[in-house]
Every structure is written in C-alpha cells, then in structure tokens.
C-alpha cells in the first residue's frame, strides 16, 4: 500500500525489493535516493537518466543525457555510473543511499558488492555475472559504492521509474540539464532516524502472515 504524502522516490524505494538485502523498516529510511535508466535502440542512439532526491523529497539533480550504447545491458551500468559520480559530489559520505533501478540483475550485483564488502574474505554471497561490455562501468559503480558508508539497490518496474522517460526522450528532456545544481549535506545522526509511525518494511520484510498485515504494511499486535 502506497505511503500518501510522502516523496516519490522514497516511496518506490519503500515498496521495493531489495534483491539479496533483506532489512528491518528502521533500516530502510535513506538520506538520499537516487533513480537512473539507460535506453538502447537498434540504431545506436539512446539516452541516459537520473533522478537524484532528498528523503524530503528536494529534487538533487536530474539528467537527460544523449547516448550511444551497443545494447541495453551497457546502458543500464552506465546510467547508475554516471548517476553515483554526480551524487558523490553532492553528498557527504556517511549519506545512506537508496538506488532505484529497472535492471534485475544490476540491482542484484549492487547488493552482493555491498554484502561482499562487509564479509571478512570480500567474497558476495551469491555469484556477480557482469555483462560484456560493462567491465569499466562496473568498476566505477563498485569505487562509488565503496565510499558511502551505507547504500542499498531496489528494483522497480521501468515503467514507474521516473528516470525512464529522461533516458527515452532526451531530446524532450533537455531543459532539466540546466537546472541549477544543489549541494546537499543533509544532518546524519541519531535524530534523522525514522520514528516509529514511519516504519514501513518493504515486501521481502513484510510480515503476511500475521492477521491484519498486509505487503508493505507493517502488521497491528
């Protein structure tokens, strides 16, 4: 059920599966959400989207980027690529970050780095596949990921991802290029921690067993 009033990247986020992460609702607040796309036609041309917001809901950035990609796959990383290099100029570091992307397995790979990273012999979980073609993106993704001290991915369907007409559609999108440019350094302690009326567990925490509870809703005692 969707959380009304609320911004929207936060609230795809919110109701999101996390794929390889399984967290509890107070985790699952970000400082920073970040949605990107890639687009791939058969002639070469394509784009590049991103969407960059505040948990207020305060537009960060936002990109519509001609691009030419030899398929989708490259398109994705390079999206989430370029997205991470603008975002770690525009946020501080200890910044928890929530990735939106309408790629499964970039999604997936995004989570087994993370989990990678906090084991003790830097080995994921489960095996990374990387697309041919995406090698160097990859390694650019991985160094972002390295210096925020907590991110996680979500996967959404293209069609409620709101970089997708950004990287569609450039040519209609350019205009967002010119925005002015924000530097956010949003106060990270204890107080930013959600309360607990905001608590909202995504659907691989959801408890839909218990009378009452439904997905994405936490349950009544």
């Known amino acids: 059920m969707a959380a009304y009033r609320r911004p929207a990247l936060r609230n795809l986020f919110d109701e999101s599966p996390t794929p390889h992460i399984a967290h509890p609702p107070h985790t699952h607040c970000r400082d ?20 960059i917001e505040t948990r207020d809901g305060e537009s960060v950035a936002r990109l519509s980027v001609p691009d030419s990609v030899p398929n989708n796959n490259v398109a994705e990383y390079r999206a989430l690529h370029l997205g991470l290099d603008v975002l770690a100029v525009r946020a501080p570091q200890r910044a928890r970050v929530g990735i939106l992307v309408d790629h499964d397995d970039l999604a997936a790979n995004v989570n087994r780095a993370i989990l990678a990273a906090r084991g003790p012999d830097a080995r994921p979980p489960h095996p990374v596949s990387i697309p041919e073609g995406t090698a160097r993106h990859w390694r650019g993704i991985r160094a972002r990921i390295a210096g925020f001290d907590e991110l996680r991915a979500a996967r959404i369907d293209s069609g409620e991802n709101p970089a997708h007409p ?3 559609t450039p040519d209609q999108y350019a ?21 607990l009326g905001e608590q909202y567990p995504p659907p691989s925490r959801a408890n839909r067993n218990r009378s009452g509870a439904r997905g994405g809703e936490p349950a009544s005692d």
């Open 32 to 51: 920073l959400y970040i949605a990107t796309d890639g687009s791939y036609r058969h002639d070469g041309d394509g784009g590049l989207g991103v969407v």
């Open 166 to 168: 950004l990287a569609n």
């Open 175 to 195: 205009h967002v290029n010119r925005e002015q440019d924000r530097c956010v350094r949003p106060s990270i302690d204890d107080a930013s921690e959600p309360s």
